[in-house]
T-cell receptor, first 113, second 117 residues
């Protein structure tokens, strides 16, 4: 099955700086890579996703890049704000697996003033 | 917010007792999932369902069973709870739509915190 590794486990940045979270996956058949944000006491919520036929996708201050050859993908948050503080999970989905996602272990992002 | 309700939200029980967690959705989504979240492990899939009475195992299914008798309800049962099943359990739902064909964005519930003493 798929295995997703995520780094770092914790990340502290100053407000206004950029944050980068990296993930690698093992199964070259995976074709869908979402990122979820989990605020304290809540369930994860999708913030951005990318499919294997695209190398980069951007949504305002958030971007995701995918390198299929190296089997890694990254989340980039620019101009970080205190409300970006949360736990972020990357995930990968294998082709034809009924939307089953394999998640990374999570990154706790702290944006300090 | 997606209409997903998990119950109970908090439960403390003793080793060896049965426990049932309920997930109820009002979105009429086909797919439903149970994940557990533990420090250092992220979210791990326990069981999932792709229709009424159609279920399959995830990566950490030992000690758990599920049932789905109606589209809107997905039950997770621990037949005999153990301390290793102390965790936060999340239900999620998804559906294929024309805008996200084969993508299946997951919508998560608020979680159920289970403590097994």
């Amino acid at each position: 099955g798929e295995n997703v590794e995520q780094h770092p486990s914790t990340l502290s940045v100053q407000e206004g700086d950029s944050a980068v979270i990296k993930c690698t996956y093992s199964d070259s058949a995976s074709n869908y890579f979402p990122w979820y944000k989990q605020e304290l006491g809540k369930g994860p919520q999708l913030i951005i996703d990318i499919r294997s036929n695209v190398g980069e996708k951007k949504d305002q201050r958030i971007a995701v890049t995918l390198n299929k050859t190296a089997k890694h993908f990254s989340l980039h948050i620019t101009e970080t704000q205190p409300e970006d503080s949360a736990v972020y999970f990357c995930a990968a989905r294998e082709t034809g697996t009924a939307s089953k996602l394999t998640f990374g272990t999570g990154t706790r992002l702290q944006v300090t003033l | 917010d997606a209409g997903i309700t998990q119950s109970p939200r908090h439960k403390v029980t003793e080793t060896g007792t049965p426990v049932t967690l309920r997930c109820h959705q009002t979105e009429n989504h086909r797919y439903m999932y149970w994940y557990r979240q533990d420090p250092g492990h992220g979210l791990r899939l326990i069981h999932y369902s792709y229709g009424v009475k159609d279920t399959d195992k995830g990566e950490v299914s030992d000690g758990y069973s599920v049932s789905r008798s109606k589209t809107e309800d997905f039950l997770l049962t621990l037949e005999s709870a153990t301390s290793s099943q102390t965790s936060v359990y999340f239900c999620a739902i998804s559906e294929r739509t024309s805008g996200r064909a084969l993508a299946g964005e997951l919508f998560f519930g608020e979680g159920s915190r289970l403590t097994v003493l």
